[in-house]
């Protein structure tokens, strides 16, 4: 099993540029969530997908979308890319509501430079 | 909103000592869920131990345990015999049950060096 895969692993955008990361994962997981690590931030929830056909803000919404495309699918787009949005995004997936102490499991990220 | 709190941005541990890193975490539940997360310069994040709230027993895997006091907050990771391979940021993260998507709030990290 490929477990999450997150692609790009890396990109370089120009301000006001927009891109879509994309997020797969083949553990039949229900949850989804994408989140942003920035030095001396951890990671930030930015936003989640709590089963197919839902989506919700986290905590550092603003600036990005996100499509559940389908149960393996969760995507996260960046209209019009910004200096601030310079981080690692990390995908991450999570077996059956309820399940209160399974884990996260996350894919390898993806380094985005916005210059 | 929890907060998760990691003091010490790094920490430094000889080959084969003993290592214990701090987390403290603010919340109003009485269930939760509490994990500690490993990330090597790989970037990967791999989960290390993980502990119910409910659970009074301190969870252990391997040379990696917790203790887990309850009262005061307190979720500290204590790894033993410390390898090279151990080296990496460690990432406190606190789960609430309630809701539908069962968030984890994560701490800002601490960077652990191991030393020959």
């Known amino acids: 099993n490929a477990g999450v895969t997150q692609t790009p692993k890396f990109q370089v955008l120009k301000t006001g540029q927009s891109m879509t990361l994309q997020c797969a994962q083949d553990?039949?997981?229900?949850?989804m969530y994408w989140y942003r690590q920035d030095p001396g931030m951890g990671l930030r929830l930015i936003y989640y997908?709590?089963?197919?056909?839902?989506?919700d803000k986290g905590e550092v919404p603003n600036g990005y979308n996100v499509s559940r495309l389908n149960k393996r699918e969760f995507s996260l787009r960046l209209e019009s890319a910004a200096p601030s949005q310079t981080s690692v995004y990390f995908c991450?997936?999570?077996?059956?509501?309820?399940?209160?102490?399974?884990?996260?499991?996350f894919g390898n990220g993806t380094r985005l430079t916005v210059t | 909103a929890q907060t998760v709190t990691q003091s010490q941005p790094e920490m430094s541990v000889q080959e084969a000592e003993t290592v214990t890193l701090s987390c403290t975490y603010d919340?109003?539940?009485?269930?939760?869920?509490l994990f500690w997360y490993k990330q090597p310069p790989s970037r990967q994040m791999i989960l290390v131990i993980r502990?119910?709230?409910?659970?009074?027993q301190n969870a252990t895997e391997n040379r990696f345990s917790v203790n887990f006091q309850k009262a005061a907050k307190s979720f500290s990771l204590k790894i033993s015999d410390s390898q090279l391979g151990d080296a990496a940021m460690y990432f406190c993260?606190?789960?609430?049950?309630?809701?539908?998507?069962?968030?984890?709030?994560f701490g800002t990290g601490t960077r652990l060096q191991v030393t020959l």
């Open positions: 991450a997936s999570k077996s059956g509501q309820g399940l209160y102490n399974s884990p996260l499991h």
């Open positions: 553990m039949n997981h229900n949850s």
């Open positions: 997908s709590a089963s197919e056909g839902t989506t």
């Open positions: 919340t109003s539940e009485s269930d939760y869920y």
């Open positions: 502990q119910e709230a409910y659970k009074q």
């Open positions: 993260a606190y789960r609430d049950p309630t809701g539908t998507a069962s968030k984890l709030t």
